[in-house]
């Protein structure tokens, strides 16, 4: 069955930089789509972030465009996040999924906390 894991998450600072990586197992990795989206308590799930299976369609949200970076390798069937100049309202639970721009249920999440 598909499972995601993703990882990376952690506390930094304003201003700081973090990579998510999300390993991707159960499909055919390489035939997918893989988005990020993220959770805030008391807030609705919001998409970040979408790739299409070759690397080459890329989508960011408004929010995080020009500061976060989608990317994909799929000799190691991993997807990752690289998010740069990170703000306290970044703050969230990270999570990978299959398809493009989808809130699809996917991993156990990683979580990222923006805080001095």
């Known amino acids: 069955q598909v499972q995601l894991v993703e990882s990376g998450g952690g506390l930094v600072e304003p201003g700081g930089s973090l990579r998510l990586s999300c390993a991707a197992s159960g499909f055919t990795f390489r035939d997918a789509s893989m988005t990020w989206y993220r959770q805030s308590p008391g807030k609705e799930r919001e998409l970040v972030a979408s790739?299409?299976?070759?690397?080459?369609?890329?989508f960011h949200s408004s929010s995080v465009r020009g500061r976060f970076t989608i990317s994909r390798d799929n000799a190691k069937n991993t997807v990752y996040l690289q998010m740069s100049s990170l703000k306290p309202e970044d703050t969230a639970v990270y999570y990978c999924?299959?398809?493009?721009?989808?809130?699809?249920?996917g991993g156990q999440g990683t979580r990222v906390t923006v805080s001095s």
């Open positions: 790739i299409g299976n070759f690397g080459i369609s890329l």
């Open positions: 999924t299959k398809g493009w721009r989808s809130f699809t249920p």
